[in-house]
């Protein structure tokens, strides 16, 4: 089965976008929580918390849903581009 350039094309696009979103997950889901110690040395003015609890506790959730809806409305654009969208 031959796969066109404009397959490949939005393969290759596709592919990119997923491991980028993936390595910023990692560094919300991993790479922040193994700072947490020095994140605490720093607090928030306002609600007095110590930046590494609230990275750890509310920072990367919010930064995975946000993720998500970045990452379809970006995947979207894509498959709209390369005429493989779902119409609505």
Not at 49 to 64: D, V
Not at 68 to 85: P, S, T, Y
């Amino acid at each position: 089965m031959q796969t066109s350039a404009n397959d490949q094309a939005h393969w290759r696009r596709t592919t990119r976008l997923m491991l980028t979103h993936l390595a910023i997950w990692f560094f919300f889901g991993y790479i922040v929580h193994m700072f947490v110690n020095q994140l605490n040395e720093i607090t928030i003015p306002v609600l007095k918390f110590p930046l590494g609890f609230y990275m750890a506790a509310q920072g990367s959730l919010i930064a995975f849903v946000v993720m998500l809806f970045v990452f379809a409305r970006q995947q979207d654009k894509i498959d709209r581009e390369h005429g493989v969208a779902e119409d609505d």
